[in-house]
T-cell receptor, first 112, second 114 residues
Framework: KNEVEQSPQNLTAQEGEFITINCSYSVGISALHWLQQHPGGGIVSLFM???GKKKHGRLIATINIQEKHSSLHITASHPRDSAVYIC??????????????FGKGTHLIIQP | GAGVSQSPRYKVAKRGQDVALRCDPI?????LFWYQQALGQGPEFLTY????????KSGLPSDRFFAERPEGSVSTLKIQRTQQEDSAVYLC????????????FGDGTRLSIL
């Protein structure tokens, strides 16, 4: 089973700061997801990537397949970015369950 | 609706009771996933359907857990003889086709077993 580790577990920053959240995994994957979860449970899919880099607005996700590592960056952070950010991976077929394996999440608080 | 809909939003049951949780995926989505999220933890995979076929149920924690999707759209997760350790948020997600597509999540059902 893939082991997904995220760091930091908790992060408090000031509005406007550049934020980086890291994710590492132990077994080769076919895709990695970054998800955002607000209080109350709703999960939103931010990115799905298998190589390189993706950008959407102020969010940037990168992945290094060789190093089994991904990062999520938030530029010009805002209090509305406060949420739990979760990294999840999909193993190559045959290597595990068909669903995603999730990290425990990074709890981000952006203070005004 | 446009998103994945789960009901009920909250469920409180006494230990030993049976519960049924419902998921309405996005219309046309072939794949449907159930996850269990304990307090303060990331979600854990339970089971996966492609249309009406349950292709993977390796994450179901015991034979008290049962899921079905008889017509390939709405799915029900049933837990029999509930235990306190079943208390969690149960999340449903759907994707257009297969496990390699982005998953769209519902808001979850928060289950509390007294």
């Amino acid at each position: 089973k893939n082991e997904v580790e995220q760091s930091p577990q908790n992060l408090t920053a000031q509005e406007g700061e550049f934020i980086t959240i890291n994710c590492s995994y132990s077994v080769g994957i076919s895709a990695l997801h970054w998800l955002q979860q607000h209080p109350g449970g709703g999960i939103v899919s931010l990115f799905m990537l298998s190589s390189g880099k993706k950008k959407h607005g102020r969010l940037i996700a990168t992945i290094n397949i060789q190093e089994k590592h991904s990062s999520l960056h938030i530029t010009a952070s805002h209090p509305r970015d406060s949420a739990v950010y979760i990294c999840a991976v999909r193993d190559y077929s045959g290597g595990g369950a068909d669903g995603l394996t999730f990290g425990k999440g990074t709890h981000l608080i952006i203070q005004p | 609706g446009a998103g994945v809909s789960q009901s009920p939003r909250y469920k409180v049951a006494k230990r030993g009771q049976d519960v049924a949780l419902r998921c309405d995926p996005i219309s046309g989505h072939v794949s449907l996933f159930w996850y269990q999220q304990a307090l303060g933890q990331g979600p854990e995979f339970l089971t996966y359907f492609q249309n009406e076929a349950q292709l993977d149920k390796s994450g179901l924690p015991s034979d008290r857990f049962f899921a079905e999707r008889p017509e390939g759209s709405v799915s029900t997760l049933k837990i029999q003889r509930t235990q306190q350790e079943d208390s969690a948020v149960y999340l449903c997600a759907s994707s257009y086709s297969g496990v390699s597509q982005p998953q769209h999540f519902g808001d979850g059902t928060r289950l509390s077993i007294l």
